[in-house]
């Protein structure tokens, strides 16, 4: 059971930045895509970011391109999703989410629980 814990929300003026970071319990990093969505309020849950584990591809939400940077470290199984020029509109619960490359791109099995992030203007 694959299991992915979430950290690094916090309150932050408009412009700022934070740093989300995502450590999965997953052996083989390679084998999956890891991804950061967001739920605002009143909003339905949405994409930002998603990185292959195997090519390193990254794929981004145009609401976020240029802003925010997923990354990740195989040594230490987490994922990171650097964000910076934050707005009010992306203040959210982020959520890391896992799926196995060969899984179809709509099904996210892996979730964590989410982390807050407040941007206040």
């Known amino acids: 059971q694959v299991q992915l814990v979430e950290s690094g929300g916090d309150l932050v003026q408009a412009g700022g930045s934070l740093r989300l970071s995502c450590e999965a319990s997953?052996?083989?990093?390679?084998?999956?895509?890891m991804a950061w969505f967001r739920q605002g309020p009143g909003r339905e849950r949405e994409f930002v970011a998603n990185i292959y584990g195997n090519t390193y591809s990254r794929n981004y939400a145009t609401s976020v391109k240029g802003r925010f940077t997923i990354s990740k470290d195989d040594a230490r199984n987490t994922i990171y999703l650097q964000m910076i020029n934050l707005k009010p509109e992306d203040t959210a619960v982020y959520y890391c989410?896992?799926?196995?490359?060969?899984?179809?791109?709509?099904?996210?099995?892996?979730w964590g629980q989410g982390t807050q992030v407040t941007v206040s203007s």
């Open positions: 989410a896992a799926r196995r490359i060969s899984t179809p791109a709509d099904s996210w099995p892996y």
């Open positions: 997953i052996r083989t990093f390679s084998n999956y895509v």
